[in-house]
């Protein structure tokens, strides 16, 4: 018996393996722990301002890295579907933005299937709002603030790029359209209904002016690839740009932000005109 499609070709098992990162990328785990013990590294190098409250649920915490100096400020979104993971594993991207004169925030966020997605969105902005009242204190300049994301965290990211203080964002290997994620697996906990899927799809939306580098590795699956290809050609002749990172998975396409050298990282500097260090 043949198997029915359901989104562009694909039926659900085929749907469901095109968006399972962690089973394409074999050794995903092993680099998930190297994410892990960095993190903590850098957390120990900088424990002066973690888990800064913004809110009353769990998770509503913010890891705030200072710099040296006053300087503009990124705020990190981990990804994980929306419904794994947590900020604490991404503390070490913080490493590369550091280096390069930039304060770093990482905000954790409620995980469905405890939080819907609209209430997630909520959240994410509620610790932007929060951060712009806050992060002066600290030394960021709450007039730079540049959002950014990885793969859920993408997609929040775009989410979020009209938020005051914001002048852009940069989405990693991020989800832009939300229908085939409410077709396949990761809908299990979600529970998107057909109006979320319209009213929470960067792709659906009206187009933010401000500038969105989006990225996204040439190794990832193809259709994280066609997510970030197709979001970015929806906005043709609007800020940002389009990186193609050769070679690099789901995964090790992070170090191109955790390294002060790396491509993530000057785009990074370029969008806030802050000359590079390196």
Known sequence: M??????????????????NNSLAVADSPVLLRDFDTRSAAL???YPQHLDLRYGAAPRNRIDYFAALQPGPLLIFIH????QMRSKETFSFLAEGPLAQGFHVALLGYTLAPEQSLRGIVDEVKAGIGWLREHAAA???????MVVSGWSAGGHLTAMCLDEAGVIGGIAISGIYELEPIRLCYLND???LSDAEEQTLSPARLPLSAKPLVIAYGTGELA???????????????????LLALAERNHFTILEQLADANGVITQALCQMVKLPSRG
Request: net charge positive.
């Open 2 to 19: 043949s198997r029915e499609a359901i989104y562009r070709g694909m039926d659900r098992p085929t749907l469901d393996a095109a968006y």
């Open 43 to 45: 957390r120990d190098k």
């Open 189 to 191: 906990k979600l529970q």
């Open 79 to 82: 990804g994980g579907y929306w």
């Open 223 to 241: 259709e994280l690839q066609r997510q970030s290809t197709s979001f970015a050609a929806l906005r043709e002749g609007l800020p940002g740009s």
């Open 138 to 144: 600290l030394g960021g300049d709450v007039q730079r």
